[in-house]
């Protein structure tokens, strides 16, 4: 397989160009505000099962997004034509849009004295992650594979062992003048064996090892070993009886409920009353060993950004201290609508408005190791997956299925599967005992273990 | 030539001449087979909240994949810039896949007769936005009015027209224009303390017209704010093994987690689904029909021709219980030698296409729904679902009742809230012991996930009553 880099021979220089002569041009048209992102990236991905290449894909986009105001009226476009015609698409589609939609008067871009860009080198890119031959990168999907798939002879099959590339890059414009922009680059290898008892019953889970430059990537045998242990302790897994027991939560499966609580404190389900949050600032809506940390400026995080998808700097916010709600997560229109300021959190993609997304959005660790808190339970459960989507943000009601080991005597016995755990996420937060040392990012969202008592079991 | 053929051959250029090429170009390390997917897809999203138009939004998204096999190996690549040189370089990465003598497309396209299952559409941005707009307004009012207590309304319209353009190096040449349509609403709740969500939406294969005679933006407002009020006096939902009856409709979302996925021809090459093996074997009360139909007109989870360019077929997979046959695309169907059912979907120019689902339903039975309720003793009635999902290889599967009712010795009785359902895909449908005779579809809102890639489906089922199933509550 020959390298091929002429697909991946990086980014275009033009689009900061691009994106101010697209805001002159909506500017000059009669608008009274806009604001464009250019959105472009490279991708590599292959997937290796059974020790053979199953997919080798490869490939680069640029497309634009543009949002124009008409006094207290907006509306946007997008589109991947940047051609002549297609920009002159995008800006008189955008007017036309704008014409039909209602005055909203808490609608606009930031104030000019709000923009800005986080200084100091957050350490997004490194275009090491394209460094490799296609050879050597499948090599590595190859070879976390197969650590799986040797770890046991009960390891029979495979979903693949996976290795992905992408740099993106990104320019925001504004008509107050801001141009801001910024390249990310990361990399990862995931592992995901099927492992087989002697009754036939499969079991399949994975891991996976995320970075920004090749030099921090996990090795593969690291991430296939753990794949492979992942996997093989939810074989001859059984279903147990309904029963109210104490829970502990994986790492992956307690950042699930950090997921949860972004969604509660994110502006746009407070300010519609949409969330169990809303209107609870200042007050206590978690155990006082609680501390929730939005931060979008840690450096080679994985929600890290110098500025938001609306020109505001990223900042630290905390959201719970000490089981106290300080700040809900905030872009430009939500801050308005609820009075307060905006927290750098504006998200957007190319379509529509900016909406909220987080930074790198954590419960703070505990000082307990995951053996202590397993190891001071006489019965519990130890929850490894969740599976569905029974959350309910208004109410704050939680049912989902779930697999895991049981808790016996401060050990881990046996396998379970088949069961929800079910209660209340208001309840849920007070109910946290106890929080563990491992917080670790593998994503922008992370959690350490944590325990949650008072929850219901459903089983046989 | 048709509308959309005339769109890639006119405004991009693109001769019958260079699609040679590209294949050509594609096939040049060797391979068993290539194809081109051109895509032209433009939107339209409209949202009402707090009864004021918060947010509209058109866009055009274009772009050329192309897909090299060899073996059971897949070469992609794709381009948003549909420049000769652009897919051409495209085609060349794809064809790295193979290690080969070059090989040559067939010389030649044939066009297959497919279905005409939907209107053909004006591309959205040039239809007339304010009546959309109206649609959703009125939506948002007629929420707003159903109760006092309704508190919050979003209401959302978006549509879309995806044109494709399909080619083969075996002399596939396939094209569809295919619209797609959705109103869809979220109400909130509020008495004294208590607060409830309540979502309803539909849609199809449809033009704006739908929205005006079959399903009106009142119909669906109804809906929603119906839900919100009645949640606010739900009472937990019930943990562990109990009778359920799954009312008609969306609540096929069941059929779509617990076998649909595991029948998907791609898992069963592997060996990685419960289902894999099971091919004739009982997988279902003898009272169960499951279809896979992408061919009924106007659905959701309907298209004339899937992403390969095959037309689309009704398909058995479950016949009187037994399991019958698997969903298909190009690359399974040639490896496993078995027929290829027209399932092969991708959710853009940017995606490797794999089998997938269109509308999946069990065929009504003889019971009336009526009696269906009176036989439970103790059990839970689940008419609206929010979400579901399956882990393949265990088969155990997750779905999550929005409005859920407790019966008692035959007797419907309390609103439940926080009602999960869990059961195990290949023994779950054998657990069905009355079928209705009142079979619906769902009204057009289900998006399927799949590998990170999303797509259109449809699922249905009559009434249905299994004997045991996990409830996931916290009550008693």
Redesign the interface.
Known sequence: ??T?T??LSGVDAGSRELASSVIARAMKSGATAAEAVISEGTEFSTVV?MG????????????I?LRVFLGKRS???????LTES?IQ?LIS?AF???R?????PYSGIPEPSQLGVFSGDLQLYYDDVFSLP?EERIDFARRTERAALDADPRMK???GGAFDAAVGHRVLANSHGFVGEFRRSYCSMSSAP?AQDESG????DYWFSLARTMAKLESPEAVGLEAARRTLR?LG?R?I??IQVPVVLDPQVAGSILDNIFDAVNGDAVY???S?LAGKLGEKVAAGNITVIDDGTIPGGFGTEPFDSEGVPTQRTPVIENGVLKSYLLNTYTAKKLGLKTTGNASRG????PGIGSGNFFLEKGSRTPQQIIGGIKQGLYVV?F????V?M??G?????A?GLWIENGELAYPV????????LKDMLNNISEIGDDLEFRGSTASPTIRIDG?????? | MTQNQSLFFQKFGITPNDLQRYLGEALSAGGDYADLYFEYLTSTSITVDESIVKSASQGISAGCGVRVLADDRTGYAYTDDLAPEKIMRAARTAALIARGPAKSPIEGFKENTSHQLYPIAAPSAEADIAAKLELVMRGDRAARAYDPRIVQVRTGYFDEVRQILVIGSDGTFASDVQPLARLSLTCVAKSGENSAKGQAGGGGRVSVDYFQTERTPEHFAREAARQAIIQLDAREAPAGEMEVVLGPGWPGILLHEAIGHGLEADFNRKGTSAFSGMLGKRVASDKCTVVDNGTLPSRRGSINVDDEGSPTQNTVLIENGILKGYLSDKLSSRLMGMPDTGNGRRESYAHIPMPRMTNTYMLAGDDSPEDIIRSVKRGVYAVNFGGGQVDITNGKFVFSASEAYMVENGQVTAPLKNCTLIGNGPDALTKVSMVGNDLQLDEGVGTCGKDGQSVPVGVGIPTLKLDRMTVGGTGR
Do not use: C, W
Not at chain 1, 52 to 63: D, H, I, M, N
Not at chain 1, 75 to 81: G, I, K, N, Q
Not at chain 1, 350 to 353: H, V
């Open positions: 397989m020959a091929h002429e697909i099962r053979k290449v199953e997919t080798l894909k490869e490939s680069g986009s640029r497309a997004g509306a946007s476009t997008y589109s991947s034509d297609g698409q589609g036309e849009l704008a039909i939609t209602s005055e909203d296609p099959n495979s979903d099927i019953a499969m079991q399949r939810r897994a279903k009886a309904s519609r009353q949409s169990f190319l379509a529509g408005n997956q599976l569905g989507f029974g309910n208004v109410t009601d939680f049912s989902r299925g697999s599967e088949e069961i929800t755990v079910a209660g209340n929850m219901t079991i459903a089983g046989a």
